[in-house]
T-cell receptor, first 116, second 117 residues
Framework: DSGVTQTPKHLITATGQRVTLRCSPRSGDLSVYWYQQSLDQGLQFLIHYYNGEERAKGNILERFSAQQFPDLHSELNLSSLELGDSALYFC???????????????FGNGTRLTVT | KNQVEQSPQSLIILEGKNCTLQCNYTVSPFSNLRWYKQDTGRGPVSLTIMTFSENTKSNGRYTATLDADTKQSSLHITASQLSDSASYICVVSAEDAGGTSYGKLTFGQGTILTVHP
């Protein structure tokens, strides 16, 4: 058990809808990262927050947004959903604010989003 | 463009045998290289993390090697077990100017390992 909790585990929704994915990091971890893993694709970095502040953005669509709250949990909001947004969305946490060698990432088990 | 290429894409071995997975990268400037194990439907789990000064690092039956000159890494699994069946992902972290590397991890596509009894 990585200590990172993601809810819900599965989500099925229709095109055009909006959903919110939630992540609770490991106790003591200040960084939260969001990744998207589509079928047969590698993990794609979306966004990174550290202690409530946005630190880096990857290939995140404008329809997607995220935030990290004072209690350090994070939410990823996906709106105007399209079929191509169907994927596994992973949250990872780490204690540090950067990916240097002594800062392993701990991944949750993901939220599987299916857009129909 | 930073890239991480893994080979083979998939591998089938018999229980008890050894195997080696390969990772080539073009990430620059290099910070560190990580190997993760991802079981189907689960999040990746860290196996090893190596900096440019480390040539080899072990974690139980897993041994990773790094050649920073040729930009290659390998993951050797000894005496494979059925539970080793998973996707193994090579991840390389790049440094920004000034030594930061916020979220700049480049993930390989993974090697799917299947261990048969």
């Amino acid at each position: 058990d990585s200590g990172v909790t993601q809810t819900p585990k599965h989500l099925i929704t229709a095109t055009g809808q909006r959903v919110t994915l939630r992540c609770s990091p490991r106790s003591g971890d200040l960084s939260v990262y969001w990744y998207q893993q589509s079928l047969d694709q590698g993990l794609q970095f979306l966004i990174h927050y550290y202690n409530g502040e946005e630190r880096a953005k990857g290939n995140i669509l404008e329809r997607f947004s995220a935030q990290q709250f004072p209690d350090l949990h994070s939410e990823l909001n996906l709106s105007s959903l399209e079929l191509g947004d169907s994927a596994l969305y992973f949250c990872a946490s780490s204690v540090a604010d950067r990916t240097h060698y002594n800062s392993p990432l701990h991944f949750g088990n993901g939220t599987r989003l299916t857009v129909t | 463009k930073n890239q991480v290429e893994q080979s083979p894409q998939s591998l089938i071995i018999l229980e008890g045998k050894n195997c080696t997975l390969q990772c080539n990268y073009t990430v620059s400037p290099f910070s560190n290289l990580r190997w993760y194990k991802q079981d189907t439907g689960r999040g990746p789990v860290s196996l090893t993390i190596m900096t440019f000064s480390e040539n080899t690092k072990s974690n139980g039956r897993y041994t990773a090697t790094l050649d920073a000159d040729t930009k290659q890494s390998s993951l050797h699994i000894t005496a494979s077990q059925l539970s080793d069946s998973a996707s193994y992902i090579c991840v390389v972290s790049a440094e920004d100017a000034g030594g930061t590397s916020y979220g700049k991890l480049t993930f390989g596509q993974g090697t799917i390992l299947t261990v048969h009894p």
